[in-house]
Structures are given as C-alpha cells and as structure tokens.
C-alpha cells in the first residue's frame, strides 16, 4: 500500500471512496483500546460505585456525541481537515487556532494510549515471560510501540481504515473475553476503598461525567473531518454520515469505557489501573491482554499521530505530512516518558481532559455555528490560500484572521480556564458555581454567543448560491442537528 500523499489539501473528488460503514469502522476500531479502557476507570478513581460511575459516562458521552458529530458534516463540504474548514469562520489564517487545539488533543491523547498500553504490556510479559520489570522494560515497550504507531501514521488514511476494520471485529472478540476473564472477580466487587474525590457525591459524579464521558467526544471535534474528507457528498447524504457519525463515537466510546469501569471495580482498581488489571487477570487472559494491548494501542495512537501530522502540515505548510508525523511522533513518545516517570495517572489524565475540553468547547461551538449560517457552502480554493502561501480570497478578512471569532473563542476559552476544577488547578470562577466543575459549559455558551451576537447575519464563510436551487443528493436536513443544504 503507498503512502498517502494528500496533506490538508483538497481532496479530488475521484478520491473520495470511503462511506458511511468505513466511518463507523473507524471511529468503532480506533477506540477500541486501552486508552479509551482507562477512561471507564476514572469515575472508580474518583471514590464512585457501579452504577454512578455508569451514569455518569453515559450521560457524558451522549452530551459530547450531541454537539460533536455534526462537526463531521463541514468536511463532508470541504474536502478537507476540519482545522483548514474552520478558517471560513476565523479566516485562513486563524484556523491555525483550530490547528493547535487539534494538536494539543491528539498529543495528549496519544501519550496517554502509548503510556497505558506499554503499562499493562510491561505487566502482562512480566508474568508470561518474567520481563524484569523498570525503566528500561518501559523505555523499550514504549518505543516499540511508538514505531509500529508511526508506521500507520504515516502510510495514512487507507492504512489505518483496514487496521481499524480488523480492530472493529478482533477487539470486541478480546473484550468480550475479558467480560469472562474477569467475571468472578466482578461478583464480589466492592467500590474500592477511596472517598469522593471532590467531597461529596454530586460534584464527583459531574466531573466524572466531564472528564471521562464527555471527554471522548471532544478529543474528536478537530478528528472528524480527517475520515469524512474522504466521504463524497454527491454518494452520501449528510443525514447518513450525521448518523454514521453517532453511531460510531456512542458504540465506540461506551464499550471500551464501560468494559474500564467493569475491570476497574473487579480488579479493585481505586488508585491504579494497569497493575491491578494485569495482577488480577487469569492466566488464560495474558496472551489476550497482551494483543489488545498492543494492536489497541497501535490503532487508536496510529490514528491520533495521523491527525497530529495534518495539523501539524497546515501550521508548517513547508512541511510534508510524513515528516510531520514523524516530528509530532518524537515528541507525543517524549510525553510518554515524563506521563510514566514524573506524574500519576489519574492527575494527569483529569488536568489533561479537562483543561483541553475547556478551550476546545468554543473553537467547536463557533465553527458549528457558522456552518449553520453558510449553509453548508464553502469556497473550497478560498480555503486553502494559507497551504499554498499566497493571499486573498472570500476567508482573508484582516491578514487572513476574523478578528472577532477569534476573540469570541479566546474570550470562551479564558471563560473556561477559570471556572475549571483539577487536581493542579482550580479557576477563580469556582465559587459562583458552588465549586462544580462547569467549565465546558460555560465555555461553549460565551464563545458561541459572543460570536452570534459579533457576528450577526450569514456569514461570509457563504459562497453566493445560484439564483434558483434543486435539491441534489446529499441535501437532506439532519434532524434537530443543523440545517446542511445547498
């Protein structure tokens, strides 16, 4: 299989292959990992029981799929990553505020896959083989596991699309061996012995709901668009995709999370996930564990350095999507290393998730809003001025940035950092809210009004449409999502 050579530019229209299904296999395959696992594991941490724990992803997840999954509609348009899409809103140039919060996203959540996955590969040989377990087992788990990631990445999207579809169906197989592996333990499982982690029952519950449902969705808002790109409009409609969309972040979110949660309580996993998941695994379940593991790992970081690459390409246009990869790949390895040696899991998770989610509500929120507005139109060249290094176009406002989208998302997010709630930080605006975490809320709300109320009318992201209009394929409305016409 070649190389795939598209970075952040437009993608022809005979290239636009994939569909609905490769849309759910994807986001279904990816996700089916231990990075996505330890989320399940967070609410336990936080002093929760079964069914609170349950609830609280749950909920989160649905919440975050809501107001995410329509993002995959822009790039369905566009043609292109949903980072160069969002600069019809905040100019050629100030999609490079998209740019950053995607890389910030994808590097994190691709420390952390890496770091959990090496984690319970170094247990599980220890027990299988006797690997001496220390700094050394970790350092070479960890880069072997970052070289097999970089080679999906860079071989790109047709590469990881056939490993995610081989995930999709051997994972579910892994975990659902683990649902026995691990079922008498589960019996007799007792909450494990922590107190809430916030003091009492309902601030915990929330911050679970935020930082390990409503998480999993919003590491997707600048994603979304690097699978969709390659979805033609003129074969499928948007109400297909929008659909395809959900399906694929609830099933792909909610199993690997709540399959965390289970092993989590079995396992008596209050303070730590990985040692106690390996220590109480049978000893027919280590060779299981240790594929999903490692394929997991691959899969779901594979894609995250995939995405870590485009934006990393549309900051650096000079630069080419593989050498990208292989730049942010050095550095999200480098992540692993300070996440395993310097810093706790659960800390570093939590500030982690919740500080991105903060300042990437209203990144998401004002792009949603300006797809509304143009109507799903876009001026595809316009977009991508900045790649090509030139001026001009219907996106170029004032030097390429719109100066008040951008402030209304900066504005959001400052919003944001000071009403959030982490072990390493606490913003001022606590104690309006009652010290409940309402950060991305908050966030959302002020970066989206401030850029309705800045910005009223159409925006000018809209290219004229013609005179008269008949309904073409792909123009359907998506049901009490957004209007996609034209």
């Known amino acids: 299989m070649a190389i795939e050579q598209r970075g952040v530019d437009t993608i022809p229209e005979a290239e636009r292959t994939s569909g609905p299904r490769d849309l759910v296999s994807i986001l279904l395959g990816s996700n089916l990992c231990l990075g996505v696992i330890v989320f399940g594991w967070l609410p336990v941490s936080f002093g929760l029981g079964l069914w609170a724990s349950v609830t609280s992803v749950v909920t989160g997840t649905l919440v975050g799929v809501a107001v995410t999954a329509p993002l995959a509609l822009v790039s369905l348009r566009t043609a292109t990553n949903l980072s160069t899409s969002s600069g019809a809103f905040f100019g050629v140039r100030g999609r490079l505020v998209g740019s950053v919060v995607g890389l910030l996203l994808s590097l994190g959540y691709t420390a952390l896959t890496l770091w959990i996955g090496g984690d319970v590969m170094v247990g599980t040989l220890e027990r299988l083989v006797g690997l001496p377990t220390g700094g050394l087992a970790h350092t070479l788990v960890y880069a072997l596991l970052a070289a097999l990631t970089v080679v999906g ?3 790109g999207y047709r590469l990881l699309l056939k490993l995610s579809q081989a995930l999709a169906v051997g994972m579910t197989l892994l975990l659902a061996l683990g649902l026995v592996a691990y079922a008498g333990d589960f019996t007799t499982a007792a909450v494990p012995d922590t107190p809430y982690l916030l003091g009492s029952f ?3 519950w929330l911050l679970s709901a935020v930082a390990a449902g409503l998480s999993g ?84 970081a594979g894609l995250m350095l995939y995405s870590m690459g485009l934006d990393l390409d549309a900051i650096l246009p000079k630069a080419t999507r593989a050498r990208a990869t292989l730049v942010v790949a050095a550095v999200a390895t480098a992540f692993v290393f300070v996440g395993h040696f310097a810093s706790d899991a659960q800390t570093a998770m939590t500030s982690f998730v919740l500080l991105l989610t903060a300042i990437g509500t209203p990144w998401a929120v004002i792009t ?16 991508q001025v900045y790649n090509r290094r030139s001026r001009g176009g219907v996106y170029w406002y004032a030097a390429g940035w719109h100066p008040r989208a951008t402030a209304s998302w900066a504005i959001g997010a400052a919003v944001g950092l000071a009403a959030v709630s982490t072990p390493l930080y606490e913003g001022p605006l606590l104690a309006l809210t009652g010290g409940i975490d309402c950060s991305f809320v908050l966030s959302g709300l002020v970066g989206g009004a401030l850029y309705a109320v800045l910005t009223p009318g159409p925006a000018k992201a809209s290219v004229p449409a013609p005179e008269t209009e008949t309904e073409t394929p792909g123009t359907e409305t998506v049901p009490g999502v957004l209007a996609d016409q034209g």
Request: include cysteine.
């Open 217 to 300: 969705p919003v590491a997707f808002i600048t994603l979304l668009g690097d699978y969709t790109r390659y979805v033609s409009p003129a074969k499928h409609s948007p109400k297909k995709v929008w659909r395809a969309t959900c399906l694929g972040l609830v099933v792909g979110l909610l199993i690997p999370q709540l399959f965390g949660t289970y092993t989590a309580l079995a396992a008596r996993g209050g303070l730590e996930y990985a040692g106690p998941l390996v220590a109480a695994s049978p000893g027919w379940y280590l060779v299981p564990l240790l594929l999903a593991a490692t394929a997991g790992s691959v899969g779901n």
């Open 202 to 204: 309902w601030p915990t």
């Open 368 to 383: 949603l809003i300006g797809h509304v507005r143009c109507r799903g139109r876009y001026d595809a060249e316009a977009l």
């Open 153 to 155: 990445a860079v071989y």
